[in-house]
């Protein structure tokens, strides 16, 4: 999730942890959290609805919908 999250804002896996929250990332926004969403799917297969996303708070938060939900 780190690796995926810093590659998609363009910051240091250094800078992030599982409990930063994703909402204060620089270059975050609407658009970039439906890209984000597309990114989580392309790699894991998991679908994460804008909504669900919405009641998230921290990768952490993201990781594990993400572990309890890959097939």
Do not use: H
């Not at 999730?1 to 990332?25: C, H, P, W, Y």
């Not at 990114?39 to 938060?61: F, Q, R, W, Y």
């Amino acid at each position: 999730m780190i690796q995926l999250t810093a590659g998609e804002f363009n910051i240091s896996v250094d800078q992030l942890s599982l409990s930063s929250k994703f909402r204060e990332l620089p270059k975050w926004s609407s658009l970039n959290a439906l890209l984000f969403i597309s990114k989580i799917n392309e790699e894991t297969g998991v679908l994460i609805s804008s909504a669900m996303l919405a009641d998230m708070t921290t990768l952490g938060d993201v990781n594990d919908f993400i572990n309890l939900n890959i097939i």
